[in-house]
């Protein structure tokens, strides 16, 4: 390729200039490639060839290699903490205590909440509300975002609770956090693009709908199971009779509650005083609906009633911090660390992913415009994670209410999360008994009013209007959540989406224009797309097809292949086009490979070096044929030389146009070109 690559007067993307070498945007190395010349003798540079270790242009390569970086800007972005506690002053301290006693409100009926929902005691949704709070003040690089439970990853870990025990929930938030550290470490954040949005606007309705009609059961104040969509009503149509009215009637009123507080944040005042105590009802108002749920409950039970199914008791104390268990005991059943890990299957892989999911799209919700680096927020989304599972913790990621507290409450730093797992942590110190007295009925209501909000509804509009073919991933995504299940509904809907990508790329459109310059009949084709292994044969019988459908005998017949949106091709479309080619000819036609790149053009002389004579680069179709008797390939190739100016050559980045020079082949194989920074041509025999 090197000989034909000279022959041709192309230029090499990693071409250095002097000996100089370039870095990819990437941050990969483009070696330098030292042309050598007839003057140079056979002591130039090493015996093989090479640059002299000593001269100066290998000393810039040398020079130019990536080296670990220990600079503060390094530091600063792996540790944010770093950055903005050298500006932090008591103006922000103020405020981020203000915000995270208001976010504090709202983590511990949510937290009590999700622990309920993940069939655990309700002290483990509380175990999972602080640690994440504590880690992201080091490494998160949102002020806003607030690591904790959520209804969702509540749900997911749900099935192994019921099932195994809570020892498998500590042991997934372990695993899931190693997964997302990973992931985060070595940059593989581009995994979650896979997901779209119609898939990720099923997947997220069906949670809520699945989560609400679990909570049906404690507004209704019966008893049964309630993991899945379907088999929470069935439970509520089997045990309807059973209705506990005084549950319903609170239930029901919480709910009334909570949906006109979250109204109140709309309502304007003049007065400073009545506009902030408005404020603070709004955005507090699941702690004080558990308050005064709490307090019903308890006055009836101190006047000798129990009207209400309460959350019973709660163990006292903070937790222990140990490892998470790689070993487990349920029943008469043990399981060691690979059976707990077969049992697990493929949550291992879905919640990370999901996890990540929820928490940058978060990040980016409320990052104001701001670049957001998500490969730290995974790094510390990662770290939240594993360190977790040390205090018993159900999997975590970022919140979208509590992060939505914390930006209307002012936040300033992400140390607003340290006094909102203070606030987390004496709960579970001086709290716990009171806990026993919170009704179930209220609970539910909490957990409605929060996942409701999340069916995403006027998704279905935005797609209908736009593109109706997404609704297919979307309603798929959402059906199979609902019916089979959470993990299945989003690795069904990503499939569904990439064979839609995979159609894609496997039928591109190709534009076809039928033109007559003189006795010239054209026909221009016209690729949208690269041409990869998937289409390839299909490209080839699509132009073999038009081609012979408008057969010109009184002119010269000739297919013209534009491709100027062809990026890239693989080894199996060059072998394509080189057979198309043939079976063009076969039928006594003329073929030109117009506008092409360089770097496509290589990879089909790399199948054939023959292919060199179809390439041309003129301005323009007319100036191609402008003045052509007979056949113009024939005329090309009766010529003494062959110019080729490949489109990319004229605007490569970081490249000046006078970099390049027209270069031609002559007749008798040598290559004729100026170089800029010598005055002596360079002949080079291929």
């Known amino acids: 390729m ?44 090493d015996a093989r060839g090479g640059p002299d270790s000593s001269s100066p242009s290998f000393l810039r390569c040398c020079s130019s290699f990536p080296r670990p970086s220990c600079s503060r800007q390094s530091w600063e972005r792996r540790f944010p903490f770093l950055a903005w506690s050298r500006n932090y002053k008591a103006d922000d301290l103020f405020a981020d205590f203000l915000a995270g006693l208001t976010v504090g409100l709202t983590a511990i009926p949510q937290g009590i909440a999700y622990g309920v929902v993940a069939g655990l005691p309700p002290q483990y ?45 500590t042991l997934l938030t372990f695993l899931s956090g190693c997964i997302i550290l990973i992931l985060g470490l070595l940059q593989l954040g581009f995994l979650v693009d896979f997901i779209s949005m119609p898939v990720t606007a099923g997947f997220t309705s069906a949670a809520a709908i699945t989560i609400a009609s679990g909570q049906v059961k404690g507004i209704l104040g019966i008893r049964g199971k309630s993991n899945e969509f379907l088999e929470a009503w069935h439970n509520v149509f089997e045990h309807i009779t ?21 109204k109140l944040k709309d309502v304007k005042s003049n007065n400073r005083v009545a506009t902030a105590l408005i404020r603070l009802t709004s955005l507090g108002r699941n702690a004080i609906i558990v308050i005064i749920g709490t307090l019903v409950a ?77 490969t730290q927020e995974m790094v510390a989304l990662g770290a939240c994670n594993i360190f977790g599972s040390f205090v018993h913790s159900i999997p ?20 607003g999360g340290l006094f909102t797992g203070v606030m987390v942590l004496m709960a579970l110190g001086f709290l716990t008994s009171t806990f026993y007295f919170i009704p179930k009925a209220t609970l539910s209501a909490v957990i409605i009013c929060a996942v ?96 012979g459908s408008d057969d010109q005998k009184d002119c010269n017949y000739t297919v013209v292949i534009d491709g100027t949106h062809i990026q890239y091709i693989d080894a199996t479309a060059a072998k394509c086009i080189k057979l198309m080619i043939e079976d063009i000819e076969a039928k006594k036609y003329s073929v030109i490979l117009w506008n092409w790149k360089r770097s ?49 050559e004229k605007n490569d980045i970081g490249k000046s146009k006078k970099d390049y020079v027209p270069s031609k082949v002559t007749a008798n194989g040598y290559v004729d070109s100026c170089d800029t920074n010598n005055t002596s041509p360079i002949h080079e025999e291929v």
């Open 242 to 262: 059973e209705t506990n009215l005084w549950d319903f009637f609170l239930g029901v009123t919480c709910i009334v509650l909570l949906l006109a507080a979250r």
């Open 2 to 45: 090197g000989g034909l690559r000279r022959k041709i007067g192309m230029r090499s993307d990693d071409d250095c200039d002097g000996g100089s070498c370039r870095i990819l945007p990437e941050g990969g190395l483009a070696l330098a490639v030292t042309r050598r010349t007839r003057s140079d003798g056979p002591d130039s540079g």
């Open 600 to 648: 496509v053009a290589e990879t089909c002389f790399g199948i054939d070096p023959g292919m060199l004579e179809y390439f041309h680069c003129e301005e323009s179709l007319e100036k191609l044929f402008a003045g052509s008797q007979g056949s113009h390939i024939a005329k090309a190739m009766s010529n003494t030389t062959l110019n080729i100016n490949f489109r990319d």
């Open 396 to 415: 975590v990621t970022g919140s979208f209410t509590r992060t939505a507290v914390n930006n209307a409450s002012g936040v300033r730093t992400p140390l």
């Open 452 to 547: 409701i909000f999340m069916i995403e509804y006027h998704v279905v509009i935005v797609l209908w209007k736009t593109k109706k073919l997404d609704l297919i991933p979307c309603f798929t995504t959402f059906f199979v959540s609902l019916l089979l299940g959470l993990e299945y509904g989003i690795l069904v809907g990503v499939a569904v989406n990439l064979l839609f990508l995979l159609y894609d790329v496997a039928r591109p459109s190709i534009k076809i224009n039928k033109l007559k310059y003189g006795h010239n009949c054209v026909l221009l084709m016209t690729p949208d797309r690269s041409v990869v292994f998937p289409s390839a044969e299909y490209v080839r019988e699509y132009v073999l097809k038009s081609s």
């Open 298 to 374: 308890y006055i009836c039970y101190l006047n000798g009633a129990t009207p209400f199914q309460l959350t019973g008791a709660v163990q006292e104390g903070l937790p222990n911090f140990e490892p998470p268990p790689f070993h487990a005991t349920n029943g008469n059943n043990t399981y060691t660390f690979v059976e707990m890990v077969s049992e697990l299957g493929s949550s291992i892989a879905v919640i990370p992913l999901v996890a990540v999911l929820e928490s940058i799209a978060i990040g980016k919700a409320f990052s104001n415009g701001k670049a957001l680096d998500a």
């Open 125 to 169: 949704g509380l175990y999972s509300s602080f640690m994440g709070c504590f880690v992201y003040i080091f490494l998160g690089s949102c002020k806003d975002i607030t690591i904790g439970p959520t209804a969702i990853m509540a749900l997911m870990a749900q099935v192994y609770v019921e099932s195994y025990g809570p020892a498998f929930a």
